[in-house]
């Protein structure tokens, strides 16, 4: 049973436009969320965070929105350079512990 | 920032053989790790939780008796992959959290991850 869905498995995205990953989990329960960034055959790398008690948090060109009600939530990035193509999972959590990821979406930004 | 070590990076080993795979925490003492194994295309799916000094809680569905998790010290965790067949080949990674920065709305650090190929 996947808990955390990324529906759109790849992203193309001109230079300098906004790129915008999507994510909806199903467990009410999650309370902390990351985006991670995965090159291949490497382990994913930190992007951003956001708890459940926020509903946005901006880190410099990377923002994350939270929709708890919907139980989505979505990682803006702009402007968008080649260097970001990669695949990007969002991963849940409850109190922090062990992460449940999304599928991943593959960004691709076109220069 | 915080660095996780994780070895070997790539191994291939004949079916029937075990394979061991290491994960350290370099600047950071670890209490809690995590191995996650990942399919080509799919996500990253959480196996076990491993606690140092004690058993290793497995996600349904994963073979304890099959991948063995030994979590010796705060700074070192292995996973044993026991009599690898074909299809356990995949992309193994673990991770792991500062313990000395609490256990809430902290993101953990992953390793380089395994490639493991059964012959």
């Known amino acids: 049973d996947q808990q955390v869905k990324q529906n759109s498995p790849s992203l193309s995205v001109q230079e300098g436009r906004i790129s915008i990953l999507n994510c909806d989990y199903t467990?009410?329960?999650?309370?902390?969320f990351l985006w991670y960034k995965k090159y291949p055959a490497e382990g994913p790398t930190f992007l951003i965070s956001?708890?459940?008690?926020?509903d946005k948090n901006e880190d410099g060109r990377f923002t994350v929105f939270l929709n708890k009600s919907a139980k989505h939530l979505s990682l803006h990035i702009v402007p968008s350079q080649p260097g970001d193509s990669a695949v990007y999972f969002c991963a849940a959590s409850i109190t922090g512990n062990q992460f449940y990821f999304g599928t991943g979406t593959s960004l691709t930004v076109i220069p | 920032g915080a660095v996780v070590s994780q070895h070997p990076s790539w191994v291939i080993c004949k079916s029937g053989t075990s394979v061991k795979i290491e994960c350290r925490s370099l600047d950071f003492q670890a209490t809690t790790m995590f191995w996650y194994r990942q399919f080509p295309k799919q996500s990253l799916m959480l196996m076990a939780t491993?606690?140092?000094?004690?058993?290793?809680?497995?996600e349904q569905g994963v073979e304890k008796d099959k991948f063995l998790i030994n979590h010796a010290s705060l700074t070192l965790s292995t996973l044993t992959v026991t009599s690898a067949h074909p299809e356990d080949s995949s992309f193994y990674i673990c991770?792991?959290?500062?313990?000395?920065?609490?256990?809430?709305?902290?993101?953990?650090?992953f390793g380089q991850g395994t490639r493991l190929t059964v012959v």
């Open positions: 991770s792991a959290r500062d313990r000395g920065s609490g256990f809430v709305n902290t993101e953990a650090f």
């Open positions: 956001i708890s459940s008690i926020k």
């Open positions: 467990n009410s329960m999650f309370d902390y």
């Open positions: 491993s606690n140092e000094g004690s058993k290793a809680t497995y």
